[in-house]
């Protein structure tokens, strides 16, 4: 029967064969740096290529070089490469560290890149769109997978967004991922109803997030038809990606934020919209209320039966004025005719007399006709008046539905303020009363078909 090793046993094993390697010992590695930590005096860090990748440590040099390197810097470092059991991996134990250039390939891959697409306008500020305030439909271009992807639908969750959310997977990080990331761009505008669109990952390595600084996922943001927010990394994380959005977010979460608006501020601005509404109401409440008082006041302060009498009397007064104008016109005819009458008689002109004669017949059918007419108009007149006034009285006013409504006092109610619930109120109809309880009361009219 085969015996079997312990983990310890073959990790010890592994140790002394890498020990035993003399090119292991003092070896020279150059590298690009990724990760770089400073824990107290201790470094950690690792070494990347294009290919591979190496963890490091620089015991007790932390206070040294902390400030002295940093993220993307290509480096030389000289040390042993040993096998650290507690993790089962081997790392290199650096003794000497020295740079190799001021910034690493990759930071000047993207200084270049930069400078190349500011150049042709593609960060330009009079490009960026603006972003819908509530947006309806938002697309989202990350993996399914991805823990932002989740931090995206929390965050718009909990703003109460209501808002259609599509997902556009994609890888975020690899060597495909650019390509991936170019075509979710594509296939999210192929989607008409898209009010925006987001792309976004979860924080990493310049190395992870490397994919969005390439130049057809660039060109592929600029070229898109919705407009691009962007949520890559961290706050201290900065893209190309980013500088071609019209929106720069720090997070996945802050992107999700910046497109829709809290529900305190939804709130806040209904509240105001509702205010103004009311505010305008009232004011039209206030003023019908004020013409319905004043016509009312109008019909108490004046006695319809009065005023028609007041007119009756004006009427006949100006109806005895013209009989006696008119009588005093036939008096001053027939003196006039008299005296023409006498004068004939003493000429003896016969045909005069009949001409006379016919002429006062005339004038006096053309008196008493114009005294009819005159008489026949203030007549209609006073019939008019006479039916209007009718029509305002109390009693006909009710007979079209309205009621005059008094308290227990007889007080005549004209505002709903005057009572409250549970009141007792006298209803007066043009042929009645009927006693009634207040049950319910509110302001304006209210729709009761």
Same mark, same amino acid.
């Given at each position: 029967?085969?015996?079997?090793?312990?983990?310890?046993?073959?990790?010890?094993?592994?140790?002394?064969?890498?020990?035993?390697?003399?090119?292991?010992?003092?070896?020279?590695?150059?590298?690009?740096?990724?990760?770089?930590?400073?824990?107290?005096?201790?470094?950690?860090?690792?070494?990347?290529?294009?290919?591979?990748?190496?963890?490091?440590?620089?015991?007790?040099?932390?206070?040294?070089?902390?400030?002295?390197?940093?993220?993307?810097?290509?480096?030389?470092?000289?040390?042993?490469?040993?096998?650290?059991?507690?993790?089962?991996?081997?790392?290199?134990?650096?003794?000497?560290?020295?740079?190799?250039?001021?910034?690493?390939?990759?930071?000047?891959?993207?200084?270049?890149?930069?400078?190349?697409?500011?150049?042709?306008?593609?960060?330009?500020?009079?490009?960026?769109?603006?972003?819908?305030?509530?947006?309806?439909?938002?697309? &989202?271009?990350?993996? @399914?997978? $991805?823990? !932002?992807?989740?931090?995206?639908?929390?965050?718009?969750?909990? /703003? %109460?967004? #209501?808002?259609?959310?599509?997902?556009?997977?994609?890888?975020?990080?690899?060597?495909?991922?650019?390509?991936?990331? &170019?075509?979710?761009? @594509?296939? $999210?505008? !192929?989607?008409?109803?898209?009010?925006?669109?987001?792309?976004? /990952? %979860?924080? #990493?390595?310049?190395?992870?997030?490397?994919?969005?600084?390439?130049?057809?996922?660039?060109?592929?943001?600029?070229?898109?038809?919705?407009?691009?927010?962007?949520?890559?990394?961290?706050?201290?994380?900065?893209?190309?990606?980013?500088?071609?959005?019209?929106?720069?977010?720090?997070?996945?979460?802050?992107?999700?934020?910046?497109?829709?608006?809290?529900?305190?501020?939804?709130?806040?601005?209904?509240?105001?919209?509702?205010?103004?509404?009311?505010?305008?109401?009232?004011?039209?409440?206030?003023?019908?209320?004020?013409?319905?008082?004043?016509?009312?006041?109008?019909?108490?302060?004046?006695?319809?039966?009065?005023?028609?009498?007041?007119r009756e009397q004006i009427l006949n007064e100006n109806i005895q004025r013209l009989k006696k104008a008119a009588a005093n016109m036939l008096a001053m005819r027939e003196t006039m005719l008299s005296t023409q009458g006498i004068r004939l008689v003493s000429a003896s002109p016969i045909h005069r007399l009949i001409t006379i004669e016919t002429d006062i017949l005339r004038i006096k059918k053309g008196l008493v006709k114009a005294i009819e007419d005159i008489l026949s108009k203030r007549i209609g007149l006073m019939e008019k008046a006479e039916a209007e006034l009718n029509a305002l009285k109390p009693g006909n006013v009710m007979k079209r539905g309205y009621a005059m409504v008094r308290d227990a006092s007889g007080k005549i109610i004209s505002t709903v303020n005057a009572v409250e619930v549970g009141d007792m109120v006298d209803v007066g109809l043009y042929d009645g009363h009927f006693d009634s309880e207040v049950?319910?009361?509110?302001?304006?009219?209210?729709?009761?078909?």
């Open positions: 029967m085969t015996d079997f090793f312990t983990v310890s046993q073959v990790t010890k094993h592994i140790s002394m064969l890498i020990d035993s390697d003399k090119t292991l010992k003092g070896i020279r590695v150059r590298g690009e740096i990724s990760g770089w930590s400073v824990r107290g005096p201790h470094v950690y860090f690792g070494l990347k290529d294009e290919n591979a990748y190496i963890s490091c440590v620089y015991f007790g040099m932390g206070p040294y070089v902390k400030d002295i390197y940093d993220e993307g810097m290509l480096v030389d470092v000289e040390g042993d490469i040993r096998v650290y059991a507690k993790r089962g991996v081997y790392q290199l134990y650096v003794r000497r560290m020295q740079k190799k250039s001021t910034i690493g390939e990759l930071y000047e891959r993207f200084e270049r890149l930069k400078r190349q697409l500011e150049r042709e306008g593609i960060f330009a500020v009079e490009r960026k769109r603006s972003i819908p305030y509530m947006p309806k439909n938002i697309g &989202v271009v990350t993996s @399914r997978d $991805a823990a !932002a992807f989740q931090d995206i639908l929390r965050s718009l969750s909990e /703003r %109460g967004s #209501g808002a259609n959310v599509y997902l556009f997977h994609s890888a975020v990080q690899g060597d495909m991922a650019k390509y991936e990331i &170019v075509d979710a761009i @594509r296939r $999210a505008n !192929a989607y008409s109803n898209l009010d925006v669109l987001i792309l976004a /990952r %979860g924080g #990493g390595s310049i190395e992870d997030l490397w994919p969005f600084n390439e130049e057809i996922v660039v060109r592929a943001i600029s070229s898109s038809n919705i407009p691009v927010v962007t949520g890559i990394g961290h706050e201290t994380d900065i893209t190309l990606s980013d500088l071609a959005a019209d929106k720069r977010c720090h997070t996945p979460t802050e992107a999700a934020e910046c497109i829709t608006p809290k529900r305190t501020e939804l709130m806040g601005i209904i509240d105001m919209k509702m205010n103004a509404i009311n505010n305008v109401m009232n004011r039209r409440i206030d003023a019908i209320e004020q013409y319905i008082k004043g016509r009312f006041d109008k019909l108490i302060r004046f006695d319809p039966l009065l005023i028609l009498k007041h049950k319910e009361k509110w302001y304006g009219r209210k729709e009761v078909f």
